[in-house]
């Protein structure tokens, strides 16, 4: 069951290479729902009340070593699935009809999904970091070959090697918790039972964690961020920033953490993350406000929200980490529901200038609509998804250091400024005087319906998430068996 | 039988059948080798080159099948009194230098007729160069050992001046053949130095003969200083590497493929031979010199690789680089590195072969597309050959699921266990550099289509393109049924832990 989550998009994703170009968009668009589907089935089924993986399929692969394959879900990865076979899906549908290469493009995203579907299911930390690197290679080709701006190489490469800076640090990792833990296996939970001691913890801890702060990407690692973001294009962007990032966040929850317990040195590693993390909740917001392009401001909003739920996750207690995890859903909800909104504005207007947009509304009141529900969530509006997962990040920071909660407390004194200043200033200000960009240029095409339809289940999920958390948290029991939570 | 007194002479029909056995893949590929040479005198002209290819196929073919047949079945000994060996270690290479010796043939049987060369004599010095490496592999004598690698070198010496209008590749020859010189030297002053302090050119009788309390023997560790400064020119590592990328470059396409696998896999089995059964007693004295060179090879070879703008000297430091990483699992030692070392060199055979051949099929009479700009726009000009060059490549980088991933990680896990952290680090950290100039590669692969017409017409013709597709299906396909390759591997290292 759990192996045709990954296999069809990747089986999916290179027949539809080959296909012809009318076809490989049907079939990317069936691959593409049918992996939803299959994990909306493993969703429904998911059984609340069981700790530990389910759906569990293990067979020996490299018997010298020790390693398997090991895939299971719990109630950490079970909506990080459903959220990555979504965005796929959304990603697909919202591929123009008329782009280049079209069957190349969609195989390659379907293969990315495949990679990212990967993992989230492995519970073998060797087989883990094979699908965490491979995805590396669509995601690569992705942003070069149909990169926007002027040299979408340079963003492709910059991000390559950044993350492999990290990735491959944390192949020693990976290595090291095999040959210093005496469990002598590549099994995740083998691994949490018998961790290494906490000297040699506390280097593996850095090693694994470099990998997954650039991913995330943590402040200072994030300078890879901004240009991969500006010259991807919008239904890779989806996936970029909507699942990519979750991974790393999802990495040190599932991986960082359990697995690295007690890392002890003569220093106090502790406020290490936690700090970096508000350094990155201000930064990121300040960086937000300084922009006029659209596209950079919700790139760099997004280092921020990222901020929040790193610092959930080193709160080290059970809000937080719970928080970060519903924060974790919300943010790859609504980043990619602004990225489309912002594609959808620079094809009618032909810009993204925020100083030059005024006044989009009344020409396009249902766009102005959906964009203000999905502004609301992004700046925290209780009642919205963000609300939530904010929140109880800051709650669990709380407990760690009041300190650090308030300095947190900038991103959401921030986001509301940033946000509404872009939303109230492309939709509802007059145009005063002459504009560089003539009303009558700017094709002012109200929202499609087929667009409508794309963004109506984001925006759905924003109601569903902010009225009904419980959805989500209430499997939180299941929450990465054997992780053992600590006290500052 | 009728023997004179105190010459002991029991050599019986029986003993010499069994002797022979155990080099049977040596004998294929040597009767081969003759065979072509008497065929290429008897036959027209025109019908030389391709029968010569023929019978070096089959010759290398049926090596290839005893080696497999002995290794499946478990034969294997030491034969002539031990101055060779038929044991999984030996078989292991065997199958490997048959393996390369085949794609060989099929890549530059193509390559000398486009180029305008003559065919046949390329394959028998190819066949006469596998002679050597087999031997090599299969020493169990320090004699062996030279004997082995004097043969190899020789052939390779004339390969790679065998264009001979070009000036390039006469420089390449006389460059090797001086430098390889010196290193052969090295190695066998190393050798007798070695003899004087243990008595003996058997490596069996070596491993036993030095013991841990002979780290302080200066004739024994002098021997051992020459005799790796040698082994380190053969597998190109820093600093001694600097004829690789000259000779590479001016060599013949093929015989660089060839080379670029092929003599680093040979050289790496003297290493393993001499060094961790041989001598494995006084690892600490030379382990501190090999760990050097491959530090050093790491740096060296990734940070000029950026720099160049061919690809055949880009892949030479490449090859350089990788020395350094599989250097690492020689420092491990033990079953489980000596494994990672088979298990590395038979994937790199398919990971870089692969590569060459890509780059072979842009050859014409002119020359060989080897700049970076010849391969402008071939994944759409060719999209098979443009996928499989972007596999080569990225699993050179050490991406997964291909096969170079797996064997970085059977690498750096031996490393890592033997506590040579440091060394796996700075590996890890220069493989980033790596990247960037294989994806430069990708880049110009996957670049739009020139406008001007390429400098030179890509001509897909099926011996290349079916050796591409095979290296290309094995580099993927042994990264995910690694384990497979690996227990051969774990087996090829087992002769080797005899003597500790």
Known sequence: MLSSLWIVPALGGIVVCFLPRGLARVGAIAVALGELALTLVVAATFDAGQHGYQYAEQASWITQFNVSYHLGVDGLSVWLLVLNALIGTVAVLATPAVWPRAAAFLGLMLLMEAGMAGVFLSVDLLLFYVFWEAMLIPAYFLLWLWGEGDRPSYAALKFVLFTLVGSLLMLVGVIGEYVFSSAHSFDLPALAAQPPSPQIQFGLFFLFAAAFAVKIPVWPFHSWLPDAYMSAPTPFLLLLAGVMGKTGAYGMLRVLLPLNPHPVNWWDWNWVLPVLAVIGIAWGALLALAQRDMKALVAYSSISHMGFIVLGIFALNAQGQEGAVVQMLNHGIIVPALFLIVAWIYARTGSRDRGVLTGLAPAMPVLAGLFLVVTMAALGLPGLNSFVGEFMTLLGAWQLSPGLAVAGCTGLILAPIYMLRLFQGAMYTEVAGGSDHPPEAVVRKDLARREVALLAPLVALMFVLGLYPYLVVHLMPALGAGMQVLRW | ?500
């Open chain 2, 1 to 500: 039988m009728i023997l004179t007194a105190g010459l002991q002479i029991s050599y019986s029909a029986a003993q010499a059948w069994s002797d022979l056995s155990q080099i049977g893949p040596i004998v294929a590929v040597t009767v081969a080798l003759l065979v072509a040479v008497v065929v290429d005198l008897l036959l027209p002209r025109a019908q030389r080159g391709p029968a010569v290819a023929m019978i070096s196929i089959a010759g290398l073919v049926l090596a290839l099948g005893i080696a497999a047949y002995r290794l499946v079945n478990g034969y294997g000994g030491s034969a002539y009194f031990r101055f060779v060996s038929g044991d999984a270690f030996a078989l292991f290479f065997e199958l490997l230098f048959a393996t390369i010796g085949v794609l060989a043939v099929i890549v530059s049987s193509s390559y000398v007729r486009r180029r305008g060369l003559d065919e046949s004599e390329l394959h028998v010095l190819t066949l006469a160069a596998i002679v050597g490496m087999m031997s090599l592999a299969a020493a169990g004598s320090l004699v062996t050992v030279f004997l082995g690698l004097e043969l190899l070198s020789i052939a390779l010496y004339v390969s790679c001046g065998y264009n001979r209008k070009e000036q390039a590749s006469q420089e390449s020859a006389a460059k090797y053949l001086i430098i390889g010189g010196f290193a052969s030297a090295f190695v066998l002053y190393g050798m007798a130095l070695i003899y004087g302090a243990t008595g003996t050119t058997v490596i069996s009788d070596i491993a036993t003969r030095v013991t841990s309390d002979m780290g302080g023997n200066p004739l024994l560790l002098l021997g051992v200083l020459l005799m790796g400064v040698g082994f380190a020119f053969k597998v190109s590592a820093a600093p001694f590497h600097m004829w690789t990328p000259d000779v590479y470059q001016g060599a013949p396409l093929p015989v660089t493929a060839f080379m670029s696998v092929a003599t680093k896999a040979a050289a790496f089995a003297m290493i393993l031979r001499v060094f961790n059964y041989g001598l494995g007693h006084i690892g600490p004295e030379w382990q501190v010199l090999l760990a050097f060179t491959a530090a050093a090879s790491m740096v060296v070879g990734n940070l000029m690789a950026i720099v160049q703008s061919s690809i055949k000297r880009m892949l030479a430091y490449s090859g350089v680089a990788h020395a350094g990483y599989i250097l690492v699992g020689v420092l491990a030692g033990g079953r489980a590195g000596v494994a990672a070392v088979l298990f590395y060199l038979f994937g790199y055979v398919f990971m870089n072969f692969g590569a060459f051949a890509v780059v072979s099929t842009l050859s014409t009479a002119d020359g060989d597309g080897d700049q970076y700009e010849d391969l402008n726009g071939l994944g759409y000009r060719n999209p098979t050959l443009g996928v499989l060059m972007s596999v080569f490549m990225l699993s050179l980088a050490g991406f997964p699921p291909m096969v170079g991933f797996f064997g970085k990680v059977f690498l750096f896990a031996a490393g890592i266990s033997t506590g040579w952290t440091w060394l796996v680090v700075l590996a890890v950290l220069t493989s980033v550099v790596s990247v960037y100039y294989y994806f430069r590669v990708l880049f110009h692969v996957w670049s739009p289509l020139p406008e001007a017409p390429a400098r030179y017409a890509l001509r897909p013709v099926r011996g290349p393109v079916t050796v591409v597709l095979v290296t290309g299906i094995f580099a993927i396909a042994l990264g995910p049924l690694s384990g497979y390759l690996l227990q051969v591997g774990l087996n090829g290292a087992a002769p080797l832990l005899g003597g500790r």
